[in-house]
């Protein structure tokens, strides 16, 4: 008997190398370094405001800006200009402030900010930070900054906001050095490894 002409063979197998997946952009959390990456909560907000207006600084927290992180467990509100914490226990809570001259005026005055923790309606200060303003000279500083760090227990919906208060003659002269004011939070004690980059921001 004749053999049967030849069928079409079947397609030829796929390869079973599985075909390239353009890579994703890394999500805010992988972006953290490597000592944040871990378990735990973690913030990092940066001062929207450059004046030194009397009242509660307004943050950024919004994700992908440089210098901010908020991690699950916190949330930023922007009414009441407070980062809330969700989860109870002990905390290290980072402030630093960073002024810089914009008018060569004499005079020198006085930067103060305050950490407030409130919860039911009830504030407290919790960390308090006053910078003494030079005066103007032909050897005087055009920048100023200072750090305070403090670790205290929070409970579960505790609120955490900064309220800065400044004399005349500091608001007139010296503005939040841009993108250099920071609030930090981290769960525990403060890593020692932390970079000095991320504590301390280089302004430009």
């Excluded at 030829?12 to 992988?30: C, F, G, K, M, Q």
């Excluded at 009441?80 to 005055?109: K, M």
């Excluded at 923790?117 to 920048?143: F, K, M």
């Amino acid at each position: 008997v004749p053999a049967r002409p030849a069928s079409p063979g079947p397609s030829p197998a796929p390869s079973s190398r599985l075909p390239e997946v353009p890579e994703l952009p890394p999500n805010a959390r992988a972006r953290l370094p490597a000592f944040l990456q871990g378990e735990g909560v973690f913030a990092q907000l940066v001062a929207r405001d450059a004046r030194l207006t009397e009242g509660l600084l307004h943050w950024y927290s919004a994700a992908g800006l440089k210098g901010v992180y908020l991690a699950p467990g916190l949330s930023y509100d922007e009414q009441t200009r407070e980062l809330v914490v969700a989860e109870a226990g002990l905390y290290s809570v980072f402030l630093y402030v960073e002024l810089h001259r914009v008018v060569n005026r004499a005079g020198s005055g006085w930067v103060s900010t305050a950490l407030h923790l409130q919860q039911r309606g009830e504030g407290t200060a919790a960390l308090a930070l006053t910078l003494d303003l030079p005066a103007l000279s032909s050897e005087a500083r055009n920048s100023v900054a200072g750090s305070q760090v403090g670790l205290l227990h929070l409970s579960a919906g505790q609120r955490l906001s900064v309220h800065l208060n400044a004399t005349t003659e500091a608001q007139f002269a010296w503005q939040l050095a841009q993108g250099a004011t920071v609030l930090c939070l981290y769960p525990g004690l403060l890593p020692t490894n932390v970079p000095i980059g991320l504590l301390y921001p280089q302004s430009s």
